[in-house]
T-cell receptor
Framework: AQKVTQAQTEISVVEKEDVTLDCVYE???????LFWYKQPPSGELVFLIR??????QNEISGRYSWNFQKSTSSFNFTITASQVVDSAVYFC?????????????FGRGTSLIVHP | KAGVTQTPRYLIKTRGQQVTLSCSPI?????VSWYQQTPGQGLQFLFE???????NKGNFPGRFSGRQFSNSRSEMNVSTLELGDSALYLC?????????????FGPGTRLLVL
């Protein structure tokens, strides 16, 4: 079973629509970290958010918001009023403790296409 | 502050050759992690170096190795290249260990093995 599942391979929306990218993770650890990254066509991953396992508070940053629910092992990402510049591949990642450090595991990514 | 830089950006090699990729982290960052990204396997963790010591290694064969220098710059080496090694290799740096801290990624090195 995958540790991080992003079931949506590709999502296509029209500008100004709201869109939610799903992320479900699997871990036995009580301490872990969750991340979202954006990868535009240029290829460079851009950090969006980090959340530790003890902080279930939802977060909003401009048009972006994240919903973390430990009960369902989900860490979903919503873009409100999407724009063409939001078109990219979005990755969810889980970091689990290993050997005194942490090892990150990435989901397969969700390609978001925003049409004008 | 300058971001993470990777050199070279593009590389073409033939099977059996070896390759060395370089990564310069953000100034002050002590952790450097390497990832391989392919269409088939996605983004996979290769290894992490912190203060010149390898902290963790992903599930890759021994042909993949790396090191970190005292100035935190890192290199990764792939020996006896195979066609399947064609990928985008991403480097990321962070202040502390990669899993806890925010990682900042470089633009990547795109390796093509013929």
């Amino acid at each position: 079973a995958q540790k991080v599942t992003q079931a949506q391979t590709e999502i296509s929306v029209v500008e100004k629509e709201d869109v939610t990218l799903d992320c479900v993770y699997e871990t036995r650890d009580t301490t872990y970290y969750l991340f979202w990254y954006k990868q535009p066509p240029s290829g460079e991953l851009v950090f969006l958010i980090r959340r530790n396992s003890f902080d279930e508070q939802n977060e909003i940053s401009g048009r972006y918001s994240w919903n973390f629910q430990k009960s369902t092992s989900s860490f979903n990402f919503t873009i409100t009023a999407s724009q063409v510049v939001d078109s990219a591949v979005y990755f969810c990642a889980l970091s689990e403790p290993a050997g005194g450090s942490y090892i990150p595991t990435f989901g397969r990514g969700t390609s978001l296409i925003v049409h004008p | 502050k300058a971001g993470v830089t990777q050199t070279p950006r593009y590389l073409i090699k033939t099977r059996g050759q070896q390759v060395t990729l370089s990564c310069s982290p953000i100034s002050g960052h002590r952790s450097v992690s390497w990832y391989q990204q392919t269409p088939g396997q996605g983004l996979q963790f290769l290894f992490e170096y912190f203060s010149e010591t390898q902290r963790n290694k992903g599930n890759f064969p021994g042909r993949f190795s790396g090191r970190q220098f005292s100035n935190s710059r890192s290199e990764m080496n792939v020996s006896t290249l195979e066609l399947g090694d064609s990928a985008l290799y991403l480097c990321a740096s962070s202040l502390g260990t990669s899993g806890e801290e925010t990682q900042y990624f470089g633009p990547g090195t795109r390796l093509l093995v013929l």
